[in-house]
């Protein structure tokens, strides 16, 4: 009986572990007041249903920290708006970057009626990620705008998934919904990002919208801080350690009241609802490494060469071997991990490297099961002697850092190796001459050797 129960508390256990995230499931909500969260009920109730443990703090609070000892006390951040310009000395930017570095992921959603903390502003500068000078700036759009809630400022915004647009992040973040539901993006501030790799919006602003301070511009926009395809409403970010950091430009979209509204939008005739609940969990999901973790199961690479030792991961090889590189890849999808499927529009690859790429191969799936896919490519060395690598480097948006390298010693034929002389036909004419030479020089000497020299008659005479 006993043993019983040990083994179902395990099983429990285990059931729970893999209900949350891929890199932990402690996760701190930073507010301005905890009793805020009743507004975000809905949305913090699906987080703890998906096996968060939320610790809600107040930025002025002492007890607040993101490390002990040296080591993350969170695994995840969720900041929501807050009235104070600061953040206090636990909340500096160097210790949010400190935290990013050390593979922590946040969550920060603005709001345009509250400006944002100086210490954020100051970490989404350090990412390339800019807001309006004044730190306050709400995006309206006078064409794509909800008629129920904002008839007259028209800064409710109504827009589609992002798959709809953007097939490359459907699997991501495009929420279905039976009656083409829309995404409802009330009174957000908009941000406009650098040119840099580890920068991708999720949502854009559409063409019309744009971006202004509602108390300094009231009557007259004459300079627009970004407008259409500039503004990105939701804004991601992936270090190179694969940490994530997610800039949701309106937090009342999170709210419960939007999660089951009705929108209208203008010049349309029926109302539609909203899937802004499947969308932040999409987005939270993605921040929280729930989604796109990918994992490197094992690599393995041998020689595929008869007769020779078929030795997994051998530390040397030689010129032109025939090898076989494999790797087994995973991706976490919520609480499991299932086969990595490459993009039908992308390739892995594979590359055999010295200071520069000497093969640079695609790898194609060969081997699936429940849980990974292996990819293979089979190739013959190049005709070169030295130190190489098998990397594969895959890096894409929303997907977590695949980087494996793999040292290898290239040598020489060893001097039994080399075919004898008489296999190689190009050698022919020159044995040919070599044994012409040599019978020639034998006879020579034996002709030198037994042959006589004729006797004169003046020989004879003198004896």
Known sequence: MMKSLISFVLLLFVALVHAISSSGNRLLVVLEDVAEKEGYSKFLGDLESRGF???????????????????????????????????????????????????????????????????????????????????????????????????????????????????????????VSADGGVIAFPSGTGQTLGSGALLTPILRAPATSYSYNPKEQAEVVDELFASGSQLSLVSTFQARNSARFTVVGSAEMLSDKWFDAKVKKVGEKKEV???????????????????????????????NEVGQSNASNPKIYRIKNDVTYSISLSEYSWDKYIPFTVPDNDDLQLEFSMLSPFHRLQLNPTISSEDSTTYSVSFKLPDQHGIFNFKVNYKRPFYSNVEEKNTVSVRHFAHDEWPRSYVISGAWPWIAGIVATVTGWLSFCALWLYSKPTTTSDSKKRQ
């Open 53 to 175: 443990q939320i610790n809600y703090e107040t930025p002025k609070s002492e007890s607040l920290s993101l490390f002990h000892l040296g080591e993350k006390s969170y695994d995840h951040v969720l900041f929501l708006p807050t009235k104070s310009k600061g953040l206090g000395p636990n909340l500096t930017p160097k210790i949010l970057l400190d935290f990013i570095n050390a593979n922590g992921n946040i969550l920060l959603a603005l709001s345009a009626s509250q400006p944002a903390p100086t210490s954020i502003v100051s970490t989404l500068l350090e990412l390339d990620i800019h807001l309006p000078s004044d730190r306050q700036g709400l995006v309206v759009d006078h064409f794509n705008y909800d008629v129920l809630s904002a008839p007259e400022k028209h800064d409710v915004l109504v827009l589609p998934p992002p798959g709809v647009l953007r097939p490359d992040i459907k699997d991501f973040f495009s929420p």
């Open 273 to 303: 609802s909203t899937v802004n609940r499947e969308f932040a969990k999409r987005v939270a999901g993605w921040t929280f490494k729930e989604i796109g973790v990918l994992r490197v199961n094992w690599i393995e690479h041998h020689l």
